[in-house]
């Protein structure tokens, strides 16, 4: 899992950036959950989920409350280069709303 700071295209907003595992299981949530305990609190979240093979309700449930946790902040979670599987396994946890808010 890689998490770095950098800054957009479209601006200079300094966004946190993860990308999560192919496999985001119960084993991997620890260690997502931990990476975005990491991050700095003052700034959007960007996460590419373009390896995620498999995404289970550990990481999922991670993922809903560090957008809500950070739209009381005043910044966003922001998910880009959603795989297919990604897609597929939030739409199956009842989450296809959020992953179009995530984009």
Known sequence: ???????????????????LPQICDLAAASKVHAAMCDR???????IDASKVERCGTAVAQILLAASIDLE??????VISSM??????????????DCLCSWE
């Open 1 to 19: 899992m890689n998490t770095e700071n950098f800054a957009t295209d479209k601006n200079d907003d300094t966004r946190e950036y993860l990308e």
């Open 40 to 46: 700095g609190e003052s700034s959007n979240l960007l």
């Open 83 to 96: 795989s297919d599987q990604f897609k597929t396994s939030l739409q199956d946890l009842g989450l296809g």
């Open 72 to 77: 009381g902040q005043g910044n966003r979670l």
